[in-house]
């Protein structure tokens, strides 16, 4: 398997069954929900040391039609479709998680790109549709070294709904698990030393061996995958190279 590293600053993420959007957004918007954009302003009593802001390292995007449910919910809303465009983009507040999707993302190589590893999935793996579970660690890694996250705008098509049978085969332990992952996500602490990216990913890769190891060894193996990860986009950043090959399963 290979894994291509890009001399692009700003790479992106969207799902084989998604498309652009028509931008369905009104003439006359109301533009005091993002200060940042053009011909915004700041609202009164807004703290003007606060205003430069942080930079943004991720920014994740919704999509219209058929919604990203998981396969318990499939079966339940089959008709059900999302038509309702919202022009707004929002920061996620600090120390706040959220479901980020790959299916509509965009991030900074430079800021976070080595946080930016999937997990272990696919063949020959306990649970599938499931990586994007893996992303709260991209939070905890913003929020520890004071970088923007960002959802909303803009947004993409989802062309169609995969079969929710075959989903729950994949999805069931990420399901039982996600009730462990979560918390540990939400606790997790971060040495004030760790100030690069690919530090911080490391510890972060340590703590998921020594807790999350506990729930199951796909946990652990994870963990090392993890830390290969790391080694190979030093040794690319380090060589230049363009691509390299990693071991079984160890990247998406």
């Known amino acids: 398997m290979k894994f291509l590293i890009f ?12 498309f652009v959007a028509k931008d369905p957004k009104p003439s006359d918007s109301d533009s005091l929900y993002d200060p940042c954009r053009d011909g915004a302003d700041f ?18 995007g919704h999509w ?57 999935m696919g063949d020959g793996q306990p ?16 929020n520890h070294l004071g970088l923007g996250v960002k959802t909303g705008l803009p947004y993409i098509w989802h062309s169609k709904a995969s079969n929710p049978f ?4 994949k999805e069931y332990k990420g399901i039982y698990w996600q009730e462990e992952l979560i918390p540990f996500f939400q606790s997790v602490v971060l040495p004030k030393d760790c100030t690069a990216v690919q530090k911080c990913y490391l510890k972060l890769a340590k703590q998921v061996k020594v807790k999350l190891g506990k729930v199951n060894g796909y946990f652990v193996k994870l963990a090392n995958a993890m830390a ?16 390299a090959a990693l071991p079984n399963g160890a990247a998406k």
């Open 7 to 18: 001399p692009l600053l700003v790479i992106s993420t969207i799902d084989d069954d998604c």
């Open 43 to 60: 609202v009164h009593r807004y703290p003007f040391s606060l205003r430069v802001g942080i930079p943004t390292a991720v920014s994740h």
């Open 166 to 169: 075959i989903n729950l085969r």
């Open 228 to 243: 290969t990860w790391i080694e190979v986009w030093d040794e690319l950043k380090k060589t230049g190279t363009a691509s």
């Open 64 to 120: 219209l039609n058929i919604p990203d449910y998981d396969a318990p919910t499939q079966p339940v809303k089959p008709l059900e479709r999302n038509s309702r465009y919202v022009d707004a983009v929002m920061t996620i507040p600090k120390a706040t998680l959220f479901p980020m999707c790959g299916m509509n993302l965009a991030f900074n190589r430079e800021l976070i790109g080595p946080a930016m590893y999937f997990g272990l």
């Open 127 to 142: 649970i599938g549709r499931y990586d994007n579970e893996v992303l709260p660690k991209v939070q905890v890694i913003c």
